[in-house]
């Protein structure tokens, strides 16, 4: 089975804790994706930014996102996957934890992004669709 390091999308773009969710959702549109990792000074992941974030505990709140920074909704600890673990670990951590991307760690560095739509290329069709199953269904 091929390794998250195999199958990411290593090319991955960081909001900072300190920038505001304005120009966090500025920098989503020019990237075309709906969600970015959140970064500390020290380079770590600190959690991720989604779209729905933005939407649902701002937004929807009325509160300006252009005074709430991405650090106010970095909640715990994200859920990551190692770079050399496999698909099989990538998908039972993604159904587990019911999400659809998850940042990529090698030591305590972030090096990558793998989205369901990367395990889908490298696995056969049922695994996948397991997937979507698992982190589709309302609790």
Known sequence: MPTA???????VTCVREQDDLKSAAKRMA??????????????????????????VKVLAEGRDPANVTAGELAQGE?????????????????GKHKVRRLPVIDGHEL???????????????????DLIEAISEHS
């Open 78 to 94: 994200a859920v990551t996957i190692g770079a050399d673990d496999d698909a099989g670990e990538i998908l039972r951590t993604m």
């Open 111 to 129: 090096v990558g992004i793998v989205a369901v739509a990367d395990v889908a290329r490298s696995l056969p069709e049922r695994p996948v669709g």
């Open 30 to 55: 020019e990237l075309g994706v709906g969600s970015l990792p959140i970064c500390g000074d020290d380079n770590r992941l600190k959690g991720m930014l989604t779209d729905r974030d933005i939407v």
């Open 5 to 11: 390091r195999e199958i990411m999308t290593n090319d």
